[in-house]
């Protein structure tokens, strides 16, 4: 019986506890909610704007690199030892000029070999030529049979077969003495040397040098897809002369002198990734500009176009999307789902949410919500 009366005390008293923490929550929440202070009881004060349409001057940054506009890998096309380097590395090269040679004393002995070769062959056919002929002669006059002159006439033809493989034979050989001398392909600059002289190297395997191309150089970025019709009409757009559109800086302040064009857009997006690669193409003149140097891309905005700039403290964020209040005719703001663009010092281009004309609230937006009504800086000032 004593236990039951302990039992029954203690929820007793645990009821009085909890009735007393409601008691004081409940106090608190009147105090803490002075008059004036809901969302119903009036009009917030806030500062507002007019959406107008402004030509911003700003640009977009991507991250590029510098590549060449055409670049090889040098690879011997016979095998043998290097016995000459006639260049110093880094040089600027020109097309047709010679970079290397390989032992070609191999491939002259077969060249002379295959002359030779030919000449045999040329001296057969001379000889069946003239056994033909004789025989036909001998027909005519019905002194040989047929089967003689059969022979002769094949005998004439397998020659001339010979001499046109003794032929072919000398321009293989004549190609292979002719590919022991590795020349520039084009105008450009030659990297370090892979190989020393006297290196063995094989046909098609070993890596001799790379040459790249050096004036004018490219750089190249990657775009959003929704950006592409934007840059397909930039590039319809002749290059103009000191036309600013396009640069590339490495740096805050290394700025590269000089301005490019669109060289080309790429045939495809890249589903991976969803973006377009854009090649640019730059003077290089003073050869600053080298293959995989990495650079910021600047493309300024088309200044012709108005765009929709608004203070960036006018947008609040809800997991992710962007608001803003717009004030309607009665003094009450809605929330407008927004797509801002690039933000420029303390404002922010809309690109899609707003039109020319609305009012937003830019300051005391922490204090609305759905339906307040607001009272501006004006309006309480008549107050």
Request: hydrophobic share 40%.
């Amino acid at each position: 019986m004593t236990i039951q009366i302990r039992k029954l005390i203690q929820a007793i008293l645990l009821i009085l506890v909890v009735a007393f923490l409601i008691s004081m929550l409940a106090s608190c929440n009147s105090k803490a909610q002075p008059a004036g202070g809901g969302w119903n009881d009036g009009p917030v004060a806030v500062a507002t704007t007019k959406v107008e349409l402004t030509n911003a001057d700003y640009t977009n940054t991507y991250p590029g690199t510098v590549v060449a506009l055409n670049q090889v890998e040098l690879r011997p096309q016979v095998s043998g030892y290097i016995t000459g380097i006639y260049f110093k590395d880094g040089d600027h090269v020109s097309k047709g000029q010679k970079l290397y040679t390989i032992d070609a004393q191999m491939y002259a002995a077969n060249y002379d070999q295959a002359i030779a070769n030919l000449q045999v062959q040329e001296t057969n056919l001379v000889k069946a030529q003239k056994d033909a002929d004789r025989y036909h002669e001998l027909e005519k006059n019905d002194a040989i049979a047929k089967q003689q002159v059969d022979y002769a006439d094949a005998a004439l033809a397998a020659a001339k077969k010979q001499v046109d493989a003794a032929k072919a034979n000398v321009q293989s050989q004549q190609t292979g003495v002719k590919y022991t001398t590795i020349t520039a392909p084009f105008d450009g600059t030659i990297g370090i040397s892979q190989v020393k002289t006297g290196t063995a190297v094989s046909a098609g395997v070993t890596l001799l040098n790379i040459v790249s191309t050096d004036n004018p150089m490219a750089v190249d970025f990657a775009i959003d897809q929704k950006e592409i019709y934007r840059f397909a009409t930039l590039d319809k757009q002749s290059a103009k002369a000191n036309d600013s559109t396009f640069s590339i800086a490495f740096g805050e302040k290394d700025v590269y002198p000089h301005y490019g064009h669109i060289s080309f857009l790429d045939r495809a997006v890249d589903p991976q990734t969803g973006t377009l690669k854009v090649r640019l193409e730059f003077p290089n003149k003073e050869n600053v500009l080298r293959a995989g140097m990495t650079c910021n891309v600047h493309v300024a905005n088309d200044r012709g176009t108005p765009v929709i700039l608004i203070p960036a403290k006018a947008l609040t964020e809800q997991l992710g999307d962007y608001f803003v209040y717009v004030a309607n005719d009665s003094n009450k703001v809605t929330q407008h789902k927004v797509m801002p663009g690039r933000y420029i010092d303390r404002d922010v281009i809309i690109t899609d949410g707003l039109k020319e004309g609305e009012t937003i609230v830019t300051d005391g937006v922490q204090k609305l919500h759905e339906g307040s009504v607001i009272l501006t800086g004006a309006e309480e000032a008549k107050k």
